[in-house]
């Protein structure tokens, strides 16, 4: 078990070179709200992000409020999200969101954890890309890269995403929890893939555990 001190300090220098290696690590799903972001998220399940911003350009122009989710015919919203897959629990979902915000918020997104952690559909994961991105309110996001590379690295032991966030949370200035989710999902999809990563040409891989090991 290493010191939350060396842990800390590993995260501070993986932060700077990070930074300076993806100095455009924003989110890569296009929005212009806190309730297209939502829309963009849920969309993006099990599907790529230039695939969701393909289909929001018209969803978008087409779907203006919550109301606009809310009271579509469920039919018509499938067919408007279907290239994104798996599109009758996404239409489903966005609907029933839409419905919640309705009832309970105004129709307007709720910007704390507990809240949107209510709204059908949302677990922590969402509400974290909300708050971080839409909100400009920390929040870590451990999406699949996340959960890999900082297993990688050696941030965390655990496997369950809500551990593993909680872990973060301990070692990363909270400052940086958005900005340091938008570099791991960046690196994870770049250089520290899922099959093979690039440890040769990894910049961090001097404080990477499992990078250290497979170096010559
Ligand atoms: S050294 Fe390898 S395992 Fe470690 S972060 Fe880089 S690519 Fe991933």
């Known amino acids: 078990m290493k010191k939350p ?27 212009s709200s806190p309730l297209e972001l939502l829309i ?4 993006s399940a099990q599907c790529t992000d230039v695939k969701v911003n393909q289909v929001t350009v018209s969803l978008f122009k087409k779907y203006r409020s919550a109301k606009d989710y809310a009271e579509a015919r469920l039919e018509k919203l499938e067919e408007d999200v279907r290239p994104t897959g798996f599109y ?51 929040g870590i996001v451990v999406d699949t890269h996340v959960q890999r590379v900082s297993q990688r ?12 966030e909680f872990d973060l949370m301990e070692i990363v200035p909270k400052e940086e929890w958005t900005h340091l989710s938008n570099l791991l999902i960046w690196h994870g999809r770049r250089t520290c893939q899922a099959k093979k990563p690039l440890c040769e040409t990894c910049p961090i891989q001097k404080w990477c555990d499992y990078g250290s090991k497979t170096k010559q």
């Not at 690295?153 to 593993?164: A, W």
């Open 5 to 31: 001190e060396d842990l800390k300090k590993r995260i501070k220098e993986i932060l700077k070179i990070l930074t300076k290696e993806i100095p455009d690590s924003t989110i890569a799903l296009k929005f």
């Open 40 to 43: 963009a998220t849920i969309l």
């Open 88 to 138: 009758r629990n996404k239409a489903k979902s966005i609907q029933k969101c839409c419905q919640e915000l309705l009832k309970r918020f105004e129709g307007k997104i709720p910007n704390t954890l507990e809240e949107l952690i209510t709204l059908p559909g949302v677990g922590r994961k969402t509400a974290n890309v909300i708050l971080g991105n839409a909100f400009h309110l920390p």
């Open 153 to 164: 690295i050696g941030l965390t032991q655990n496997n369950d995403p809500t551990k593993i």
